[in-house]
């Protein structure tokens, strides 16, 4: 069991920097994204400390309406970057798709570990998927891959500084946005 | 992180500087990961099992990382968004990272097949 587990960390890390040397291939290194990221932490550093700076006083209206035209920009700039993402996102998808259905296979009805814990049934079918019995602490391969896969690509991604900043992360925006109107 | 030799200093003296605030939220970050590795080993080998142990893991690290900025690094909690946007920063992964060992070091320890 504790081969099973230590096997699936390994093929979890090896497929977080795959992803991540794939994204670096197709975005992080082009001229297009690190424009868009460094414009996008820039702003959204100055419109934190505008808005930290208006909330001790009382804004005017102008203030008010200069706060907002600032934070529409910075939403379409993030929807921007997350477009320029997706494109990496779709191909990453595609590749671990078809790994995951392999590995699938390969652990299919095998007992990787035994939880300490009886998940919530919200998670009893990822976390007992493919496996015989209705002992819901047996775990699944794909339980314990997407746990890995959370704590692993997250760090990795700190490690490597290519997590988005934190400012930008507050800002919020994404390609699901709807895009905003910049009145000039 | 700029200069990582001067913040790995800074965190472990108490009431340090930090004008960077960035980077008290990245040594809360990598903290509360090992943090979770440590507790994840240490409820895995004790056995601690069930949600209790879940439940006692989020009251640690949450309390540890706020007592830590308000109390040991002496900071204004507001200055950093407040109690349940520090109890924030790293929680998922941390948690995962808890799990995974947990889960691991539990199942090699004390489950039979």
């Known amino acids: ?184 | 992180m700029k200069n990582p030799q001067g913040v790995y200093e800074r965190a472990f003296t108490r009431n340090s500087p930090w004008p960077d605030k960035e980077e008290l939220l990245d040594v809360v970050y990598w903290s509360r990961q090992i943090l979770a590795i440590i507790i994840g080993v240490a409820f895995g080998i004790l056995p601690l099992a069930g949600i209790f142990a879940i439940v006692l893991y989020c009251g640690i690290t949450t309390l540890a990382m706020n007592v830590y900025v308000s109390e040991f690094q002496k900071q204004d909690l507001e200055e950093y968004g407040g109690f349940f946007e520090l109890a924030k920063e790293g929680f998922m992964s941390a948690f995962a990272s808890f799990l995974v060992v947990w889960i691991i070091v539990y199942s090699s320890m004390h489950a039979s097949l």
């Open chain 1, 1 to 184: 069991m504790l081969g099973d587990s230590l096997l699936i960390v390994f093929i979890s890390v090896v497929t977080a920097l795959l992803a991540e040397g794939l994204t670096w291939l197709m975005v992080y290194r082009t001229e297009k994204y690190q424009k868009l990221k460094n414009e996008v932490d820039k702003q959204s550093k100055k419109l934190e400390k505008r808005k930290e700076a208006l909330g001790e006083s009382a804004a005017s209206k102008n203030q008010k309406r200069r706060l907002n035209l600032e934070e529409e920009k910075l939403k379409n700039h993030n929807r921007d970057l997350s477009a320029v993402r997706m494109k990496s996102m779709f191909a990453i998808g595609f590749c671990f798709t078809a790994l995951l259905g392999t590995l699938n296979s390969v652990f299919e009805g095998r007992i990787v570990a035994k939880l300490p814990f009886v998940p919530l049934g919200l998670f009893q079918g990822i976390s007992h998927r493919g496996l015989p019995g209705s002992d819901f602490t047996d775990c699944s391969f794909i339980f314990l891959y997407i746990l890995c896969t959370m704590s692993i690509r997250q760090n990795i991604q700190k490690l490597l500084g290519f997590a988005p900043s934190r400012a930008a992360a507050k800002q919020g925006g994404g390609l699901f946005q709807p895009p905003q109107a910049t009145n000039k």
